[in-house]
């Protein structure tokens, strides 16, 4: 009866580590189905305000041609490059996302320019996948862990995580100054679907965080001939290795303990724009250095300021 007993226990066991097998696998295939060319339509809708004077702002629609690359194809870690295509002859390095299996440390938005960075429990993250987002020139911008879920023929990750202000308000509007990110990836027929529910959040030191106002969004990425980004591919090849040492750069600064506090500018210029001329002057991993530890500065609303 008990060698029975133990059998059955190891059976059950042999079952959970197959299945949890073939659920990551299931992961792995989703995440990768977030790669190729595709056409992508961007829409963005204020549907709600607390304050009934708030002046709800205009609508924004738009367009784009855009390579999603993956560059580390590895058991426990899928890295995802996003190339814009420009009128078929100009390349954006765009965003890109990390996604990492079973991963504890994550970092997250505070606000003015800072990023928190913390260590989750492993029993909190078992099955999950960390999806870390990066601007276009390698530093932070928002990462949260979730459960990918396959049920009745779909396939997403849903998470919510704060974040800076997105590029087409980031210039625009001073009202706000956090977004709270909901976050859905779901892959489709003809692609994925990046569907945002957001708040638009005020906050301040030692108050609690006030909504100014809700957003709804929807990223339609449709997929297309691969030929239809062959230049972007082209383009990646030639800067790739620029690239890869701004990655083996910023890593070390992740690798730090406590808090990270960028500032908005250095000699007037921001950082993305620094990173255009190194790009150009094909820099190798110690100037990128450099440049990233002009812009490193203690938590405080005045430094973040820059310069």
Not at 174 to 180: A, G, I, L, P, T
Not at 221 to 231: F, N, V
Not at 296 to 302: A, D, P, R
Request: aromatic fraction near 12%; proline fraction near 2%; glycine fraction near 4%.
């Amino acid at each position: 009866m008990k060698k029975s007993l133990l059998l059955s226990m190891a059976l059950m066991g042999v079952f959970t580590v197959l299945k949890a097998q073939e659920k990551k696998e299931l992961d792995r295939e989703a995440i990768m189905d977030m790669c190729g060319c595709y056409e992508i339509t961007f829409k963005y809708t204020e549907t709600f305000a607390p304050e009934i004077d708030y002046e709800k702002k205009l609508d924004y629609t738009a367009k784009a041609l855009e390579l999603a690359l993956p560059i580390i194809d590895e058991e426990n870690k899928i890295s995802i490059q996003h190339l814009l295509v420009i009128h078929d002859s100009t390349i954006i390095k765009h965003w890109r996302q990390d996604w990492l299996y079973e991963n504890q440390e994550v970092f997250h938005y505070d606000k003015d320019n800072n990023w928190t960075f913390s260590t989750l429990p492993a029993d909190a993250v078992k099955g999950q996948w960390t999806q870390k987002v990066y601007q276009v020139d390698d530093s932070p911008r928002y990462s949260g862990s979730a459960t990918w879920v396959h049920y009745d023929g779909k396939h997403y990750w849903e998470n919510t995580s704060d974040s800076p202000l997105p590029r087409r308000e980031y210039s625009k509007r001073s009202d706000y100054n956090v977004m709270k990110r909901g976050n859905r990836q779901e892959i489709t027929s003809y692609g994925w679907v990046h569907e945002q529910d957001n708040d638009k959040i005020i906050r301040e030191e030692g108050a609690e965080d006030v909504l100014l106002a809700q957003e709804k969004g929807m990223n339609i990425y449709t997929k297309i001939a691969d030929e239809k980004c062959k230049i972007a591919q082209e383009w990646w090849a030639q800067h790739k290795d620029f690239w890869a040492n701004a990655r083996a750069s910023w890593d070390k600064v992740y690798n730090r303990q406590g808090d990270l506090t960028l500032l908005k500018s250095v000699d007037k210029k921001p950082l993305f724009m620094h990173f255009y001329e190194l790009e150009k002057a094909n820099a190798k991993k110690k100037e990128i250095s450099k440049t990233i530890e002009k812009f490193i500065t203690e938590k405080t609303s005045k430094n973040a300021e820059g310069k």
